[in-house]
C-alpha cells in the first residue's frame, strides 16, 4: 500500500505565505510526476502545480509567480510554497503523486487533502 499524507495548510491573511508538504510512504519502487490540485466549495477540482522526477515544473496560470513546487527525493515529499496569498486561492489541496510500487504496478495516489484558507 501507498499513502499520501499532506500538511502545513491553515488560516492565512491575504498576502501571507504557507509551505505545504506531502509525504509519500509504504511499498515505493519509484515515484514519477507529482503535483498539487485544489478544489474550492462548488468548484471542479483543478491543477495548482507539477513536477516531473526530473525536475521540470509546471503551474496555473493563476498561481505564477506565486507558486512554486519542488520536491525531495530521499525523502519522498513533495512541496508547495505559496506566496502572496489571495482570497482565491481558499480551497483543499491535494497532491497526487504517479507511483510504480514493489510489485511493479504503477497508479496515481492522492493524499486526504489540506485546507487552505486565505482572508481578507
Known amino acids: 500500500q501507498v499513502h499520501l499524507v499532506e500538511s502545513g495548510g491553515g488560516l492565512v491573511q491575504a498576502g501571507g505565505s504557507l509551505r505545504l508538504s506531502c509525504a509519500a510512504s509504504g511499498s515505493i519502487f519509484s515515484i514519477h510526476s507529482m503535483a498539487w490540485y485544489r478544489q474550492a466549495p462548488g468548484k471542479q477540482r483543478e491543477l495548482v502545480a507539477a513536477i516531473t522526477s526530473g525536475g521540470q515544473t509546471s503551474y496555473a496560470d493563476s498561481v505564477k509567480g506565486r507558486g512554486t513546487i519542488s520536491r525531495d527525493n530521499a525523502k519522498n515529499t513533495v512541496y508547495l510554497q505559496m506566496n502572496s496569498l489571495k482570497p482565491e486561492d481558499t480551497a483543499v489541496y491535494y497532491c497526487?503523486?504517479?507511483?510504480?510500487?514493489?510489485?511493479?504496478?504503477?497508479?496515481?495516489?492522492w493524499g486526504q487533502g489540506t485546507q487552505v484558507t486565505v482572508s481578507s
Open positions: 497526487t503523486a504517479r507511483i510504480t510500487s514493489y510489485a511493479r504496478s504503477q497508479y496515481d495516489h
